[in-house]
């Protein structure tokens, strides 16, 4: 059995675990990476970014039937649009393909190795990894746990046949005539939403009493105002309860305790995700776990020395730049910089149409965390940009601590908004006040104005409204 020995050890190469790697290499650090599948982990190649091109696929076809449709305020025609399914997938797969190679390349720039196969703890300093040509044992002095997560799947809806997780949604070659969404949280919705756009008849259930329980009702409002639009049934404090024995059809229980059937060609089970530690060998370390999650400390430090652990195997938020950004601390970390958490904020987007966006606190965040604030919230519909892409729904709103002015958080929910989630977090992180926001010339005309002019409202003197 050959043996390597190496400085950093990384077990999974999503988000987290390639970021890591390179950020190490980059500071010189003797580094390895391990990796079962492929490079890029859940967000590249079943996640992130192939759902983001199937929802442009679902946006640009709904643009066309609309012209088809003669829908469009400016008096845009066209011929009813068709959509080859499989040739729009092949196309999402070639993205995904040039970002494994992306990715790859990066992390051979930075001198990492790279180990195909699945990695299982030893010891706390060592890992056997099952390869094609047999076993290989690698010795580490710091060993990174960023092994992701992989969907939640429910006893009495197991995935297989019509039963699909994101993942087989993503792969569709055909568009399901009927899909049922159990979960109405991120991925259900922003799937859900791309397959109506291109035709399906989606219906989904959620067991809480309001889609997305993340955001507040002033966000999720236009969403659901446009689902309906599309004509999305949502049913709401509903539970699944299996398929009909054909598998032609889904078994609920409404809000009311009344048995319902949907017909379903398809059924996307999206009700969250779980951590993946299977085969890993964690009985052999002795950590200290939050239900299945990997506990750890502000440097995402495991409860053992020379172990940390990013990314969505140690819970929520469980996105791409969050492992990120943990991976790129820890790689410091490991080089012996003086680097803990200090992030003010991590930003969450859904892909939803609308698109929501929120960085920082939310009013009932605030007001619970016994702060006093003020708040701003201007509406897109006096906003010349939305006015002509025709995307007048939403508003901009902030949240600032009343005495100091200091903006706790942004939300947004309108077409686009996801570009300004940046600036939103570059605002919260440079401890902006309302003045500051306020006092920067957002360029005319922008979608960003509704910010500068949420802060005015604040402050009390909006000017377009
Ligand atoms: P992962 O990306 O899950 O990577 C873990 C890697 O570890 C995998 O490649 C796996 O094969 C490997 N691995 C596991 N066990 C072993 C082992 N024993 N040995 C070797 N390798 C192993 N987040 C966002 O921020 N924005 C989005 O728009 C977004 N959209 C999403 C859409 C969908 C459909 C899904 C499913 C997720 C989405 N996410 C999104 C979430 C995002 O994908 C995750 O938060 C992110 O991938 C987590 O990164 P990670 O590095 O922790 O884990
Ligand atoms: P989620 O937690 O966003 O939503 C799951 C939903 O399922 C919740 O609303 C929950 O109430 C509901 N639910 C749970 N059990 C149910 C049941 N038995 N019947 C009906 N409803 C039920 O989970 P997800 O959509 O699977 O996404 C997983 C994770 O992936 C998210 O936590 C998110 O962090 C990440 N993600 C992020 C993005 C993004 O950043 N844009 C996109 C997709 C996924």
Redesign the pocket.
């Known amino acids: 059995m050959t043996e390597i020995t190496c400085k950093l050890l990384v077990?999974?190469?999503?988000?987290?675990?390639y970021v890591c790697a390179i950020r190490a290499g980059q500071l010189g650090l003797d580094t390895v990476i391990?990796?079962?599948?492929?490079?890029?982990?859940?967000?590249?190649?079943?996640?992130?970014i192939?759902?983001?091109a199937m929802i442009h696929v679902a946006e640009e076809f709904e643009k066309a039937a609309h012209a088809a449709a003669g829908k469009t305020p400016f008096g845009l025609t066209a011929s009813a649009p068709k959509l080859d399914l499989k040739q729009a997938v092949a196309w999402k797969d070639g993205i995904v393909q040039r970002l494994n190679n992306g990715v790859a390349a990066l992390l051979r720039k930075s001198k990492v190795k790279i180990v195909h196969?699945?990695?299982?703890f030893r010891d706390g300093k060592t890992v056997i990894?099952e390869t094609e040509t047999g076993p290989r044992t690698i010795k580490a002095e710091t060993i990174v746990i960023?092994?992701?997560?992989?969907?939640v799947e429910l006893p009495f809806l197991p995935f297989g046949g019509n039963v699909i997780s994101?993942?087989g949604a993503?792969a569709l070659t055909e568009v399901p005539k009927r899909l049922a969404v159990v979960g109405g949280g991120?991925?259900g919705l922003?799937?859900g939403t791309a397959f109506a756009k291109l035709g399906a008849k989606v219906t989904v259930v959620e067991a809480q009493a309001s889609i997305l329980p993340l955001y507040d009702a002033e966000l999720t409002a236009p969403v659901a105002k446009h689902l309906a639009a599309l004509g999305v049934e949502v049913l709401l404090g509903a539970k699944a309860r299996g398929m009909t024995p054909k598998g032609n059809a889904l078994l609920i229980e409404t809000a009311g305790g009344e048995e319902k059937r949907i017909e379903a060609d398809k059924v996307l089970v999206t009700v969250g995700?779980a951590p993946?530690t299977n085969?890993?060998g964690l009985e052999e370390l002795v950590l200290d776990m939050d239900g299945r999650f990997i506990r750890i400390g502000e440097r995402c430090e495991t409860s053992m020395r020379g172990i940390h652990a990013?990314?969505?195997?140690t819970g929520e938020p469980?996105?791409?730049?969050?492992?990120m950004a943990q991976?790129e601390m820890v790689a410091e970390i490991a080089a012996g910089l003086p680097r803990a958490w200090d992030k003010r904020c991590i930003p969450a987007?859904c892909?939803t149409d609308p698109e929501i966006v929120s960085v920082g606190l939310s009013p009932e965040e605030a007001g619970k965390a016994g702060l006093e604030i003020k708040t701003g919230k201007f509406p897109f519909a006096a906003n010349g940009r939305a006015m002509t892409r025709h995307g007048e729904q939403g508003f901009v709103r902030i949240v600032a601590q009343a005495q100091t002015q200091l903006v706790l958080g942004i939300q947004a929910v309108g077409q686009g908004v996801s570009e300004l989630s940046s600036t939103f977090g570059l605002a919260i992180e440079m401890g902006a006040t309302l003045e500051d926001i306020a006092g920067t010339i957002h360029a005319h005309p922008t979608l960003g104005e509704a910010a500068q002019e949420a802060a005015l409202m604040a402050l009390g003197h909006a000017i377009h409204i």
């Open positions: 077990i999974g190469a999503g988000p987290g675990g391990v990796e079962s599948t492929k490079l890029g982990g859940s967000c590249l190649n079943i996640g992130c192939p759902s983001k196969g699945r990695a299982r990894v960023a092994t992701g997560s992989a969907p994101s993942t993503l991120y991925i922003e799937l995700r993946v085969g890993l990013i990314g969505d195997v469980m996105l791409a730049h969050r492992a991976g987007v892909f």
